[in-house]
């Protein structure tokens, strides 16, 4: 008597592709190629382009987040078709697909449990330009619904994930109503500490309402980062601040 087949994990998509193209599109055909019964789900195409750095802290986040387990198909690859290596990346809830140009580096700082290692498998067909179509997303599918991928491991070295903090003190997201993400831990902020930005220091509130129109604040994100915010306003055209600009944190 056999057991009922196992049901492929979720793959949530982690990209800077935007909304505009096909990209988004044809990765979805290549994992639902691979794995007809998978479920995909957008999580973010709009990381800040080109920019492996921010996009680690919020998909660190995004994957504490989550509480079932999923596959985290993450393609912010500026460097495709170089030598930088594909790899999955293993913690004890997730799987990481893509490629490694510090994208899981914060995910390893987070969970020292976590095991990378390179892609060896290769499909019939690879582009130089198109690896999260190519390579990512069948793998993705594969490891989601537990078929074979060969790898081979690939340990982290000290110095390498030295130079990527826990906790970074910048921004690493805007959103479309001017908030600002940050790359700190709202558990680690002291509940009184004022954070200086963009020339301002701001102070932390719980939400937007406790503020008058028109304010700036900081508060813990529903994914569990610090954000700036400006209660009905927008925190990015306040403080002329981007992915990748630098804040301070001031004691409480």
């Known amino acids: 008597m056999t057991g009922a087949a196992t049901s492929p994990r979720p793959v949530f998509m982690v990209t800077d592709f935007g909304p505009w193209g096909p990209y988004v599109g044809q990765m979805h055909a290549a994992l639902v190629r691979t794995v007809p019964e998978l479920v995909v789900v957008d999580l973010v195409n709009d990381m800040p382009r080109f920019s492996p750095r921010p996009a680690a802290y919020l998909l660190a986040a995004l994957a504490a987040a989550e509480p079932e387990p999923a596959v985290f198909l993450a393609v912010v690859d500026p460097g495709v078709g170089t030598s930088r290596r594909p790899v999955v990346v293993r913690s004890a809830r997730h799987v990481f697909v893509g490629p490694d140009n510090g994208l899981f580096n914060v995910i390893a ?80 902020m002291p509940p009184s500490a004022r954070i200086r930005a963009g020339g301002l220091e701001i102070t932390p509130a719980r939400t937007f309402g406790e503020v008058p129109p028109g304010s700036p604040f900081w508060y813990g994100n529903s994914c569990g980062l610090v954000e700036l915010a400006v209660n009905r306003g927008s925190a990015a055209a306040l403080l002329g601040l981007g992915p990748g600009d630098e804040v301070t944190v001031l004691g409480g």
């Not at 290692?117 to 690879?126: C, G, N, S």
């Open 109 to 188: 700082r987070h969970h020292p449990e976590a095991r990378r290692a390179t892609i060896d498998w290769r499909p019939p067909y690879l582009s130089d330009s198109f690896h999260g179509r190519d390579l990512f997303a069948p793998v993705a599918a594969r490891v989601a619904a537990s078929l074979p991928v060969e790898t081979t491991p690939l340990p982290w070295q000290d110095q390498e994930l030295a130079e990527w903090p826990a906790d970074w003190p910048a921004v690493v997201y805007g959103d479309g109503y001017g908030n600002l993400m940050t790359g700190l831990r709202a558990a680690g």
